[in-house]
């Protein structure tokens, strides 16, 4: 189970564009900006909110598997606080459910700078010990680097989109 992160990484952004599809079938939104909006929602709710709470489960609770397939040293209590942060953060991406906007960027803005911060980690890992771990440099390394600016992006796109097309702030629910 360690070694399969990644999947559980695809695992979630296809049960994310999965609920991103429904709901864009159910509400048929014609500006650009509502379908990035929609898109972002189910992100931060499934992508976000769901896997790191299961990520941080994991963490927590199979904490000496995943340190090794980190690359990383056994009974540690970093696992049991990285496990905490990662349920803050879905906790975060679940919630944006209900509140909206700038609470989003927010959400965004905290977990971006843990996944980015944790995969310059991986890299300082890389680099000093050469560890080459699957879930050190293997997929996990790319999405910590990668998916922080997708989601910036992705928020930003929506902002200049509702400037451009003179939308109120929200998507009708």
Known sequence: MPGSSALFQVFFLLLSLILFCIHYIRIRPARGSDIIYLFLLWQLVISVGIASVWAGLVHIFMGPEIALSIGWPPDNPFQTEVGIANISFGILGIICLKFRDTFWLATILG??????????????????KQDLAINNAGPILYSDLIYPVILVALYGLIQYLRRREHTPPELSR
Not at 111 to 128: C, E, N, P
């Open 111 to 128: 977990y971006g700078i843990f996944l980015f911060g944790a995969g310059i980690v991986h890299i300082d890992q890389i680099i000093t």
